[in-house]
């Protein structure tokens, strides 16, 4: 679990700042969730036999015994909010929400035990056109922010009913290979055997490489709609791969499946994951509700942003004031505040603590400022103030105060 340091708050809010745009320009409304829930919700919506129920929770009993779970993901306290609150009911719904997810991982590079992802969910949209806009959505995040290295990858994973058929084949198949299976994979050949093609072990690529193609089983209805998905990608220039091994680690997901990866981040290169879920609501006891969505890991795309050098502007004051003598304290606090009230965006750090010009100074350089503003009992008395830039070595001038603000205002604009 990371603490964000003061460093780097500034390129995270950039990032949230971006996509929450991206997000606002195709009208999605945040929804904001609590951290815990009942542990019995992600049991029952990521289903008991994946990797995070089976042993990435964080699980306690609460004071009165009831068994409470700090989230792993969005979606299901989403679909439990929605319901409990009928906003599923005869609705159309475009949400997203943000925030710190917990998995009790193995920590490496990309991988955390708390971690940040902002969610997408859209309910009550059954067509490809929904599941589109998102991928939409998602390409026009990362061109936002600069990165141009990932690979969008798309599947169908078929109706429950096509699944179920796909199952039974790729069970056959797997038993048949039993031997080559690794402990893990043998556990799931009955709970969760679609799994087993998400295997990451080396010694089963063969094996899996091998074994019955889910495109195969696919039945004509989720067929057609993952032509009429690759159909509207194509029409908007949206590049992807259909991969017919992709398939998702929890247990919700129908028809459509997508994934953007990236190389540059090692062997955790997945930045953003989802797909269709339709068959989550009813199964959580609600109507049958068609629901598309995904999530994004903020750390992995931080992390891609700095490896692919992009330019994260950073928010450093626009303006340091140096106050020298009592008067200039005492009035300079006033000046500062009418200064702000000017200039509602401008960033101004006032000197607190006394000390020298060359101290002041150096605190103002170290706080990035572009403008020192430097004001003395003399000034005081003659109403100015002396602007200095601390970016380049234009000559000092005198200003009057009351003009100062514009002559700042002027500055800012011009970068
Ligand atoms: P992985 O295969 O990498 O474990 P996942 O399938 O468990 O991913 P999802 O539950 O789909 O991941 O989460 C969506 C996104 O959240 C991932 O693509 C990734 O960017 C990010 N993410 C997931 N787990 C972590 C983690 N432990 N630390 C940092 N980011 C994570
Ligand atoms: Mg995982």
Redesign the pocket.
């Known amino acids: 679990m990371n603490d964000i340091l003061p460093g780097e708050s500034s390129s995270w809010q950039y990032l949230e700042d971006t996509l929450r745009e991206v997000v606002h320009a195709y009208g999605y409304q945040e929804i904001r969730l609590p951290l815990l829930e009942q542990t019995e919700l992600f049991k029952r919506s990521i289903g008991e036999v994946t990797?995070?129920v089976e042993k990435e929770m964080y699980t306690f009993d609460d004071r009165n015994g009831d068994s409470l779970t700090l989230r792993p993901?969005g979606t299901a306290s989403c679909v439990r909010a929605c319901m409990q609150h009928g906003l599923l009911y005869n609705q159309l719904q475009r949400l997203w929400y943000a925030g710190p997810m917990f998995?009790h991982?193995r920590p490496q590079k990309?991988?955390?035990?708390q971690?940040h992802?902002i969610g997408i969910e859209a309910f009550g949209m059954a067509g490809p056109d929904i599941d589109a806009e998102i991928i939409f959505m998602s390409a026009r995040m990362w061109e936002r922010l600069g990165l141009r290295d990932a690979v969008l990858q798309i599947n169908s994973l078929g109706t429950l009913a096509a699944r179920a058929e796909y199952r039974t084949a790729l069970v056959a198949y797997l038993r048949k290979h039993e031997s080559g299976l690794d402990e893990d994979s043998r556990r799931r050949l009955d709970s969760n055997p679609l799994r087993i093609l998400d295997s990451k072990n080396p010694e089963m690529q063969e094996l899996i490489g091998a074994a019955p193609r889910l495109p195969d089983y696919l039945d004509d209805e989720s067929r057609q709609h993952f032509s009429e998905l690759c159909a509207l990608l194509d029409n908007a220039g949206v590049a992807y791969e259909v991969n017919p091994r992709l398939v998702?680690?929890?247990d919700y997901y129908t028809k459509t499946v997508f994934?953007w990866v990236t190389d540059q981040l090692g062997a955790?290169g997945?930045?953003?994951?989802g797909g269709r879920y339709d068959g989550l609501v009813e199964y959580l006891g609600g109507k049958p509700t068609p629901a598309f969505g995904f999530?994004?890991?903020l750390?992995?795309l931080l992390a891609l942003l700095q490896a692919g050098k992009v330019d994260i502007p950073q928010h450093h004051p626009h303006v340091y004031l140096v106050l020298n003598g009592l008067q200039a304290v005492q009035h300079g606090m006033v000046f500062a505040e009418d200064l702000r009230n000017a200039l509602p965006g401008m960033r101004l750090l006032t000197n607190c603590g006394n000390g020298s010009f060359k101290s002041q100074f150096k605190r103002a350089d170290r706080s990035g400022a572009g403008i020192a503003l430097v004001m003395g009992d003399n000034e005081v008395r003659e109403g100015t103030v002396i602007l200095k830039s601390l970016r380049d070595e234009t000559e000092q001038e005198t200003v009057l105060q009351q003009h100062v603000a514009a002559r700042i205002h002027a500055v800012i604009e011009a970068g």
């Open positions: 990797d995070i993901e998995r991982e990309g991988r955390y035990r971690f992802q998702r680690g929890l994934e955790q997945t930045i953003c994951a999530a994004l890991g750390e992995r």
